[in-house]
Structure formats: C-alpha cells, structure tokens
C-alpha cells in the first residue's frame, strides 16, 4: 500500500501545485530535466563530497540525488507562482500531468534503496514504465506547445511596419 501512496502523491504534487497556485508546468517540466542532469553528470560527485562528512552514505547518496533531481522544479515552483493567467489555467493541467509523471519516473529510482525497490516491484510501476516513452514524448510535445503559445505577440508589426530593434 504505501509505494502506491508514495507513487500517487509524486505524481499528484506537482499537478495540484501547478494547478492551485498557477504554476507554469511546463518550466517545472523542464526544470526536472535538468535536474536529470544534475543527477546523471553531478550526483557522483556530490555524494562523494557529502558522503565524506557522513557515516551513512547509502541513504546520503539517495538523498543527495533526490535533492539535485527536485531543487530546480521546487525553486522553478516558488519563482513561478502566480505565472499562468486564468483562462489558461484549463490548460496548463496537460503540462501539469506531464510534470507529475515525469516527477514519479524520475524521483522513484533516487529514492531510499527499500522504498524505491517496493515501488519498483509494485505491478503498478511495472505499467508505468511500459508507458514511460508514450508520457516522455506526449509530456514534451505538450509543454513545448504550452510554452510557444505563451509567446508575446509583437503589436508593433500589425500595420507591415517593421518592428524597431
């Protein structure tokens, strides 16, 4: 029961988040790919760092990790509240969705080694990571669009002037 709870809730988190406080999702959906980044390319190192002033390096390493995989979406989440206008809030959820299932196909393998194993061998997980290219792409489309319709529009060229530099 609880790597269902846990599962749910990573997934949940980012949505209601971006929904209830108008978060644009779709930066949160980029900001956990560079905390992807992060982890693939600083983790080692910030563990070891980390683990050399700890006694427990397993749970540090898991935690370091998780850190540097969920910091750019929780600060992209405070620097953004409040960026998504009404009418579009509808429409934000489908990036919003995208972020929560990226979160949970993300965060689950940089979790504690017996939590994550338990949600890993849940059947849930199991379709879930069937699914898991069908999200990435749908998730990425979608928030690339979201992101190009947010596009200012330039009223200057309404009459064929061109625009000033």
Do not use: Y
């Amino acid at each position: 029961m609880l790597p269902l709870i846990v599962l749910a809730a990573l997934v949940a988190v980012p949505v209601l988040a971006c929904f209830f406080l108008r978060i644009n999702a779709a930066l949160v959906f980029l900001s956990l790919c560079v905390g992807d980044v992060l982890v693939r390319f600083v983790g080692s190192d910030a563990v070891s760092v980390v683990s050399g002033a700890s006694t427990s390096a397993m749970a540090t390493g898991s935690t370091v990790r998780l850190i540097l995989l969920l910091a750019p979406a929780v600060l992209t989440m405070l620097f953004m509240v409040r960026s998504v206008k009404a009418p579009m809030r509808l429409v934000n959820i489908l990036p919003a969705l995208g972020a929560g299932f990226l979160t949970a196909l993300l965060a689950v393998p940089q979790l504690a080694p017996s939590l994550s194993q338990q949600i890993i061998t849940s059947s849930t997980w199991g379709q879930f990571q069937n699914l898991q290219a069908a999200i990435v792409a749908a998730s990425t489309l979608v928030c690339m669009l979201f992101l190009w319709s947010q596009r200012p529009k330039n009223h200057e060229n309404k009459h064929g002037k061109h625009a000033k530099l």
